[in-house]
């Protein structure tokens, strides 16, 4: 692993979108005592109806939202002199009321929390970011290099492209803050439609489009979670923007396989997967997809099958080179471990 | 009155494959004939790379459209030396892994890489190809330093120049046909009748007899046919002429089928200081993306200029009055598509068509973002991408809005690089002619030409063209006696 230069840990560390499902692992982590763990206080911004109570207790829950400005100052209340980071974690992929929650939570709220930031001191800002400002790769065999032209994909890559702008725009105005970019991340404390994935690879229905070789770049929420700090800790310039990934991509045959295997070897029945669908398929759903969140509507599955048969996949070597990062667990520990805790959950695959 | 000329090999075109076949065989005691349908223009008479160029050097004034959505505007020289004596004059080897793979998958008999490569080298000394001694022009500068800023592999492209010592990027001497090998062939013994345009091959069942020629410089109509009888034709047209000589000699198995080319997009990039070089281009080539995507400077001349803003003339016109501080760049793919090449009776030029698959206009676009990101990380202050309604871009926010609005269709699609409508190879399902390039049906019509490259090399094709057109006139030579 390369030789990095590293800050200290802050007195506090402030992570927005704590109760989210990346939230949840990242400040799960950063308050216990494995190897992210840390003496400050973690402060975690909590929506006033949002369900906590799966979060460790010694997380300061903090009862806002980032698209209220005012609620974000009392993210600071009574943190002292100390050094102060925070990683902006909160984001809407999946809207459920109107396609305006990209725009005001994604852009709007990532301009509200890097304004308080700065109006606060912080002294190192983490935002995770996305692929989907990039869109995807236009042959199978590219990768995205680290610095890569905007090229957003739909309603969510505008508003994530947006709130890269925003951070730069920060910047610009003397913030250190940086990003991450994680592809499609896995992992413990997912969300239920991650857990369908499960269920139709368990059933033989998972829904392969063409032949099945498209790749695809995903992170291990584990191995998100080292980057994330790596990119806190680790001095650099501000502005930089790193991919974070598994550290190489698959394809959707062997995603699919992968789980399979690791259903069995959790004592599953796993059905041979012979769901395969034209590529034309994903076309049709991309097409609607676009079509109704023109029409400002959001339906996630038209969404998920449009995305299928696309390419991303990243290159990570800025991120080993500049952070250190070096990505510790692959497709098939990690997909076993989301297996573990689903059934830990008492939740049926 | 017919004029009427005799040999033993006609070789029907003059530029990298003609002029090589026929200072091969000239030299080895054949009695060689080329006719050319162009004039011979003296290098240094024209400027290069100028709308005064095209119109004398290029076929139809410079440029020709194959039929498509998009349709894709493409030059082919038209003078003798071809190609050679209009292009860049950058020199890349075939790639070895291209040769290994056009070796196994058409098959191609005695075609060792090795010996290929062998072959460049002895182009490459008689081509003088190096790199350039002195300053590089500020388009050059500017593809290099931007692609560094960026970390992407990016490198000088040799040329067949001479230079005297020292001498700067602009200042160097073409090493093209007219100045190497037509003059070799010529001192060898062989003819040459420029500005002759071939009508016709005859043929006698298996066996081309005789050609029908128009005499171009002839002052009436009457006095213009000219006959050629010969032992052997050697086509070496390019790859649109090739095919359609061949097609009107009834010889159609895999000719024209399978044209390959390396479409490009284009931008122009408006920087603070004078960057433009109008007689030269960039002989830097970002090649992070390759084989998929390459990055170059394209010929910069005002009229040209002027033609990359027409895309979006209300909008990027009033930037043709600074055209000393603009430059235009070219994205290059290497294409999944093939197209076509049919001749059409009574009709003079044959119709092309070509058809861009999904993962080519998806490269198309990401090559022109990155492209542009390139000359905004170079410092350009303006970026005026080749697209109908493309806006203006000037930051990498503008960036996002170009790449959301890029459709193919509206994009001004062109190419240089044509080959592959008579490939060779012993697998006669997908080649015109066999692995030397005696054309399938026939005892004694041969092509040697970019038309033999089964496929686009995913680099400048000259020395490729070239290579293989000294190995095929090699074996000829070896097996019919001068």
């Not at chain 1, 236009?138 to 957003?152: I, K, L, M, S």
């Not at chain 2, 699609?413 to 592959?420: A, G, I």
Request: charged share 20%; aromatic share 6%; with cysteine.
């Amino acid at each position: 692993m390369r030789e990095v230069q590293t800050i200290d840990h802050p007195t506090a560390t402030i992570v927005t979108g704590a109760a989210g499902w990346l939230g949840t692992s990242l400040v799960t982590a950063l308050a216990g005592d494995g190897r992210h763990g840390r003496n400050g206080s973690v402060r975690g911004l909590v929506r006033s109806e949002e369900n906590a109570n799966h979060l460790p207790k010694t997380i300061e829950l903090i009862r806002g939202d980032v698209t209220n400005r005012a609620s974000l100052d009392r993210l600071f209340d009574g943190l002292g002199d100390g050094p102060i980071d925070l990683i902006h974690a909160a984001g809407v992929i999946h809207p459920t009321a109107s396609m305006n929650e990209f725009d005001a939570v994604n852009h709007v709220g990532t301009r509200n929390v890097m304004d308080a930031a700065h109006r606060h001191g912080v002294r190192r800002v983490v935002h995770v970011s996305s692929n989907s400002p990039f869109g995807s790769n236009g042959a199978r065999n590219d990768r995205f290099r680290n610095d890569e032209p905007y090229h957003p994909y739909l309603g969510y890559g505008r508003s994530k492209k947006d709130a890269e702008i925003a951070v730069l725009n920060a910047v610009g105005k003397g913030l250190n803050a940086v990003m991450v970019r994680p592809p499609w991340f896995y992992g413990p404390h997912q969300p239920a439609r991650q857990t369908t994935f499960f269920t139709m690879v368990k059933n033989g229905k998972f829904p392969i489009l063409g032949d099945g070789g498209q790749v695809r770049s995903m992170t291990y929420v584990d191995n998100l979670i080292e980057g994330i700090v790596r990119a806190e800790l680790v001095a650099t310039e501000p502005g930089r923007g790193w991919w974070i990934a598994d550290a190489e991509p698959y394809t959707v045959n062997e995603i699919v396989e992968t789980v399979g295997d690791a259903l069995r070897s959790e004592g599953f029945h796993v059905k041979p997967n012979k769901f395969r669908l034209p590529n034309v398929v994903g076309t049709v759903a991309e097409k609607i997809d676009t079509l109704t969140q023109r029409a400002g509507k959001y339906i996630t599955q038209f969404h998920v099958l449009g995305e299928m048969n696309k390419n991303i996949a990243v290159d990570i070597s800025a991120a080993r080179n500049e952070l250190g990062y070096d990505p510790q667990v692959a497709l098939v520990d990690g997909m076993r471990n989301s297996i573990r805790w689903c059934l830990e959950q008492g939740i049926e695959l | 009155m017919t004029v009427h000329h005799d040999c033993d090999v006609l070789i029907v075109g003059s530029g990298a494959g003609g002029a090589t076949t026929a200072a091969v065989l000239a030299e080895a005691g054949h009695h060689v004939l080329i006719v050319e349908e162009g004039p011979w223009v003296e290098q240094g008479s024209v400027v290069p790379f100028s709308l005064d160029q095209m119109d004398q050097q290029y076929r139809s004034g410079g440029v020709t459209v194959a039929l498509g959505m998009p349709s894709i505007a493409y030059t082919e020289g038209r003078c003798a030396g071809g190609g050679t004596e209009v292009n860049s004059g950058l020199y890349w080897r075939p790639p070895e892994a291209t040769l290994d793979s056009w070796r196994i998958k058409y098959r191609i008999k005695d075609f060792s890489t090795d010996d290929v490569l062998s072959i460049c080298e002895e182009v490459e000394s008689t081509l003088s190809v190096q790199k350039v001694p002195g300053e590089h022009t500020p388009a050059s500068d500017i593809l290099r330093r931007g692609a560094d800023r960026l970390g992407w592999k990016n490198d000088e492209i040799p040329r067949w120049m001479t230079y005297r010592d020292g001498a700067g990027a602009t200042e160097g001497h073409r090493q093209s046909m007219t100045r190497t090998y037509l003059p070799r062939a010529l001192a060898a013994g062989a003819r040459i009748l420029c500005e002759h345009r071939l009508n016709k091959i005859v043929r006698s069942g298996r066996r081309a007899v005789s050609a029908e020629l128009t005499d171009m410089t002839a002052a009436t109509d009457g006095q213009n046919a000219v006959t050629i009888s010969f032992r052997d034709v050697i086509v070496c047209g390019g790859a649109i002429q090739t095919p359609a000589i061949l097609q009107r000699t009834g010889l159609r198995h895999r000719v024209g089928r399978t044209l390959a080319v390396h479409p490009t997009v284009k931008l122009a990039a408006r920087f603070d200081d004078v960057v433009n070089t109008p007689d030269d281009v960039s002989v830097f080539q970002v090649k992070e993306f390759a084989p998929n995507i390459s990055f170059g400077g394209s010929a910069s001349h005002p009229g040209l200029v002027a033609l990359a803003l027409t895309d979006n003339w209300r909008d990027f016109g009033s930037a043709v009055t600074s055209w000393p501080e603009l430059a235009i760049y070219y994205a290059a793919i290497t294409s999944e598509g093939r197209g076509l090449v049919q001749v059409v009776p009574g009709v003079r030029d044959p119709l092309v068509t070509y058809r861009l698959t999904k993962r080519d206009r998806d490269l198309l676009g990401q090559g022109l973002g990155r492209l542009a990101m390139v000359m905004l990380e170079a410092g350009a202050k303006e970026v005026y991408p080749s697209f109908k309604g493309a806006p203006v871009v000037r930051d990498r926010a503008d960036l996002a809005a170009m790449t959301t609005m890029f459709a193919v269709a509206r994009a001004s699609v062109m190419t240089v690089h044509l080959c592959s409508t008579a490939p060779m190879g012993d697998d006669d399902k997908r080649c015109a002619t066999d692995s030397h390039g005696l054309v399938r049906g026939t005892d004694n019509v041969f092509v040697n030409d970019a038309a033999l490259l089964p496929e686009a090399p995913g680099v400048n094709p000259q020395a490729s063209v070239m290579a293989i057109a000294i190995r095929n006139a090699r074996r000829y030579c070896a097996d019919r006696a001068g």
